[in-house]
C-alpha cells in the first residue's frame, strides 16, 4: 500500500516536478558560471591559511630557539602584524564572496527562477501531503486488520501444544516463503 502511495504522490506531481527539474538546471547553469570563481576564493583561502600556519610556526620556532618559552616585545609585534595580515586577506576574500553573491543573485532572472523552485517545492509537498492524507484511513484500516490477525495468531499459538507449534511455524513460514502456494 505504501509504494501505491507513493506512485499516487509521483502521478500527482508530476508536471510540477518536471517544471521544477527544468527551472533547477536553469538555475544550476547560472550558477555554474560563478562556480569556479567561488571554488578559486575557496582554494585561496585554504592556501592563505596554511601560509599563515607556516609563518606562525617559522615565527613561533625562531624565538623559542632564541628565547625559549619567553616572550618578547619583537615576537608580540610581529606575531600581531601576522594575525593583522591573516585577518585582512579574510576580510578581503569575504568581501569578494559576497561581492559574487551579489552578482549571481542580480543576475536576469536568477531570483525569479530561486522562487519559482521555492514555490513548486511547497506546492509538490503540499500535494504529496494530499495524497498521504487520502491514503491513510484505508492504510490505518489494513494495519489495524494486521494487527488483529497478529494477537489472534499469538492467541492460538498459546492455546496449542508443542508439536502444534512448531507444525503451525513451519506452515507459516512456507506462506511467507511462497506466498501465492495454495495451502494444504
Partial sequence: MQVRVQQAQVRATAP???????LAGQQAATVAVFAAQFAALGADSATGQRRYQQAYRQLTDAQSERYGHV??????????????ARDHTIQARQVRRQTLQHRLRRTPGYAARHRQVAALDSSIRAQGERVATRYRPPMDSLQ???????????????????VQQTALASQRD???????QPVE
Fill in 16 to 22: 510540477e516536478r518536471v517544471l521544477r527539474h527544468r
Fill in 174 to 180: 512456507r506462506i511467507r516463503r511462497s506466498p501465492c
Fill in 71 to 84: 616572550s618578547t616585545p619583537g615576537y608580540a609585534r610581529a606575531l600581531a602584524d601576522l594575525v593583522q
Fill in 144 to 162: 489495524q486488520g494486521l494487527n488483529r490477525q497478529g494477537h489472534e495468531y499469538h492467541a492460538l499459538r498459546q492455546r496449542l501444544d508443542a
